[in-house]
Structures are given as C-alpha cells and as structure tokens.
C-alpha cells in the first residue's frame, strides 16, 4: 500500500455502535471528511439508531451478508 494512502486509513475494531456514533459526531462537525464504513455484523447487535447517525453525511456502509 502507497505510504501517503495508509496515512489517510483509520481503522477501527471494538463496539460498532459507539464506533458509528464517534463517527457520526465527527462527521457533522466536519464536512471536509467522507467515509465508507464495512459493518460485519455476525454475532453483533448493530443498532439501527446508531446508523442514522450517520444520515446527511458523506458516508457509505457496507454492510457484509451472512449465510443463513
């Protein structure tokens, strides 16, 4: 990876509902960020309330299925 990409990658690991919900602040306090978030739910509780935060800001969530 190009080292002036990897200056610009954070990333994340721990509860994805404070996660989404620090970055939700950030993101309404700065409109020079976007972000694209990878959700891998399994075994999680992903609330919902926590990802409007995020509406009206320049972030995308992907969000990764699960076989049944």
């Known amino acids: 990876m190009d080292a002036e990409l ?3 990658l954070v990333f994340r690991s721990g509860d994805g ?3 989404l919900l620090k970055l939700a ?3 309404k306090e ?4 976007a972000s694209l978030v990878f959700l891998d ?3 999680m509780q992903v609330s919902w309330n926590a990802i409007a ?3 009206g800001t320049r ?4 969000i990764a299925p699960h076989p049944v």
């Open 30 to 33: 700065d409109k020079n960020y």
């Open 25 to 27: 602040k950030l993101m």
């Open 53 to 55: 935060e995020l509406k």
């Open 59 to 62: 972030t995308d969530i992907w």
């Open 6 to 8: 990897a200056e610009k």
């Open 41 to 43: 739910p399994f075994g």
């Open 17 to 19: 509902n404070a996660q």
